[in-house]
Nanobody, 123 residues
Framework: QVQLVESGGGLVQAGVSLRLSCAAS????????MGWFRQAPGKEREFVAA????????RYGDSVKGRFTISRDNAKNAVYLQMNSLKPEDTAVYYC????????????????WGQGTQVTVSS
């Protein structure tokens, strides 16, 4: 098992950058594909980004391509989401997730989830 704790959320203005972190404990995070999802009020949980175990493969949701970057530091058991040029529509709770399977965009492929961190972007 792996436990995931997100941090780095907050209230920011549109156009600025923010970096989210996800700390993993338990089994080493390098055993897992890692992903970020987000959920806005009244909406489905949406795929944001994913990264392979060694970090060589990444995937992004269409709404964040070119603005967000996922990375990982397996020595620190950590995953990051660098968010640039934030927009009000990026407002959501952001969740870190771990998958024992392949890099995937479907939340059903992920086995473990953090509690989430709130990101609010004001216009």
């Amino acid at each position: 098992q792996v436990q995931l704790v997100e941090s780095g959320g907050g209230l920011v203005q549109a156009g600025v950058s923010l970096r989210l972190s996800c700390a993993a404990s338990g089994r080493t995070s390098s055993d897992y594909v890692m992903g970020w999802f987000r959920q806005a009020p009244g909406k489905e949980r949406e795929f944001v980004a994913a990264i392979s175990r060694a970090g060589g493969v990444t995937r992004y949701g269409d709404s964040v391509k070119g603005r967000f970057t996922i990375s990982r530091d397996n020595a620190k058991n950590a995953v990051y989401l660098q968010m640039n040029s934030l927009k009000p529509e990026d407002t959501a709770v952001y969740y870190c997730a771990a998958s024992s399977k392949v890099v995937a965009t479907s939340r059903q492929m992920y086995d473990y989830w953090g509690q989430g961190t709130q990101v609010t972007v004001s216009s």
